[in-house]
């Protein structure tokens, strides 16, 4: 079965940090760009980072520049995204999404598989 779980949400204070991973089964997630979404209650989803197949090529929303930061281990099968100085605003459920192709794909539409998500509350 081909599935991509994210883990790594938390309860966090404001300021704090987390580190998400999303690890990948029944496919091996080296020759997919990811990208990291998220949904707060009462909004739509919106895209937070992307990473090309090799890494080598980020991209991040104007909301989370400098403070996200998005990785990954192919040998692992996992990417990551590490969130520091988080705010209020950043509350949401965090969802990893997987195409098929070497470059990143920073839209929200597009991708062949999606995580079920995993909830992020930043509050004091």
């Known amino acids: 079965q081909l599935q991509l779980v994210e883990s790594g949400g938390y309860l966090v204070q404001p300021g704090g940090s987390l580190r998400l991973s999303c690890a990948a089964s029944g496919f091996t997630l080296n020759a997919y760009a990811i990208g990291w979404f998220r949904q707060a209650p009462g909004k739509e989803r919106e895209g937070v980072s992307c990473?090309?197949?090799?890494?080598?090529?980020?991209d991040y929303a104007d909301s989370v520049k400098g403070r996200f930061t998005i990785s990954r281990d192919n040998a692992k099968n996992t990417v990551y995204l590490q969130m520091n100085s988080l705010k209020s605003e950043d509350t949401a459920v965090y969802y990893c999404?997987?195409?098929?192709?070497?470059?990143?794909?920073?839209?929200?539409?597009?991708?062949?598989?999606w995580g079920q998500g995993t909830q992020v509350t930043v509050s004091s």
């Open positions: 999404a997987a195409v098929g192709r070497r470059e990143r794909l920073c839209r929200l539409f597009g991708y062949d598989y």
């Open positions: 990473i090309s197949s090799s890494g080598g090529s980020t």
